[in-house]
């Protein structure tokens, strides 16, 4: 197959990393990270004008890299081809692999603040000041870029915010990241953990486990 990919900057590296083992050929639109700040009125009406823009006639499937994202995907239709989108509730879900691993830990670890490299190298994601987050009492660097060569950027990004979390007197943790979930939606392999949106429909917010759902 022939794959359009529109994924939020923050996955860069990762994509990257999982182009490489895919059978299909994948055109990758790396859009803005502010997107997602900019509020979910304004995030889907610049995310409605890059689907548009796509060449459609090219392509078998299109692949949105994001989560509901406080609601900035719904609303979004599929144009001529299927829209395919990860059922989650934001970018974790992917930078931890599933669902269900970003319930558990969400659940078990309430007021962490994640971070990954992605968000490191935007430059933003550490000049919060503590008045901005109140809510949030923990640090936690998912580390998702494996292997040797990724071995003194990783020390560097965690030496980042563990000093952060020192400053703010917060706690720390290094998680170990999956990429198995944004592997799946690149490969083709879309099961449960993906909502397929077929044409002329559109994305609708789920109030359950599957996060997002179809409808006319």
Known sequence: MRLKLLACEIFRQEISLTLAHTPHQIDVEMLPMQLHASGKVRMKNRLTEYLAAVEEELYDALLLAYGLCSGGIAGLSAGKIPLVVPRAHDCITLFLGSRQRYQDYFFANGGTYFLTAGWLEQDNAL????????????????????????????????????????????????????????????????????????????????????VIECTA
Request: aromatic share 12%.
């Open 127 to 210: 000049n919060y000041e503590p008045e901005m987050m109140p809510f949030y009492n923990k640090l936690a660097f998912i580390e998702t870029l494996q292997g040797p060569q990724h071995k003194q950027s990783n020390e560097s990004f965690e030496r980042q915010v563990q000093q952060c979390a020192e400053e703010r007197h917060w706690e720390y943790e290094k998680i170990a990241g999956d990429l198995s979930l944004l592997q799946r939606l690149i490969s083709g392999d879309w099961n449960e953990d993906f909502l397929i949106v077929p044409p002329g429909q559109k994305i609708q917010m789920a109030y359950d486990d599957n």
